[in-house]
């Protein structure tokens, strides 16, 4: 079992400025077949074609950013690295895709963006390689603002890496059990391997299919 509290004197913001401040691509997210298979995955698995309005919080260098702006109408992107939105918003320029992708620095769970206020609530989050690094309370609040800013019929998507690091707080285990457990939530598909387990979820529990019609 892993620790659940975050590191004494929290370092975790600076731990990962430095790391983007010194490689662009800390994990080669833009170069391993790894993660270039893992990111068609996670797309594939997206119960629907198109998305209104999606937030991915922990964006890192924007590589999962671009391909989830090709299937949005918006996106908001954040992370609490300054260097990394810098980073995703060049890759984003690059690839002609910026149009309908909006950047913010966002410490997560704390700077969850409002959306009970009268403001639009998300179709699709997807919480990638981000959520073992939150502490047990952290995440009970990151599933709590998931569920309540999610639009009926929306979907949430994680994606995370099995095996213990040093960094890690939460096991990916326990991270996806929270939103297996999550009051309202239902589990569209789950996809295990060695490496990652991969899941959606959503208020709605109708199949794919049967959202189109045919079952
Ligand atoms: C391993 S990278 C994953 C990047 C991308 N989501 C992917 O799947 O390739 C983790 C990212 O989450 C960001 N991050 C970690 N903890 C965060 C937090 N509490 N709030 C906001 N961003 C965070 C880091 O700065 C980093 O860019």
Not at 54 to 64: H, M
Not at 160 to 168: I, N, T
Not at 184 to 193: K, N
Request: one cysteine or more.
């Amino acid at each position: 079992m892993t620790s659940t509290t975050a590191p004494a004197g929290d370092q975790r913001g600076a731990y990962f400025e430095q790391l983007y401040q010194q490689d662009a691509d800390p994990w080669r997210v833009r170069e391993r077949w790894y993660e270039e298979r893992k990111r068609a995955l996670l797309l594939a698995c997206l119960p629907q074609r198109r998305y209104r309005n999606a937030y991915e919080p922990g964006c890192g260098n924007g590589e999962l950013t671009l391909e989830l702006a090709r299937r949005c109408e918006r996106l908001l992107a954040a992370d609490f690295s300054a260097e990394a939105l810098l980073l995703a918003q060049q890759r984003l320029a690059d690839a002609g895709q910026a149009g309908n992708v909006a950047f913010e620095r966002h410490k997560l769970p704390q700077d969850w963006p409002r959306t009970t206020k009268g403001a639009e609530k998300f179709d699709l989050i997807v919480v990638s390689e981000i959520a073992y690094y939150l502490s047990a309370d952290e995440l009970a609040l990151l599933v709590e603002h998931s569920v309540a800013s999610l639009a009926p019929g929306g979907s949430i998507a994680l994606c995370h890496w099995r095996a213990p690091f040093a960094q890690r707080i939460l096991s990916t285990v326990r991270v996806h059990d929270a939103f297996q457990h999550a009051p309202g939530l239902h589990c569209l598909l789950r996809h295990e391997e060695t490496d990652f387990l991969l899941g959606v979820w959503s208020n709605d529990e109708r199949s794919v299919a049967q959202k189109e019609g045919f079952a």
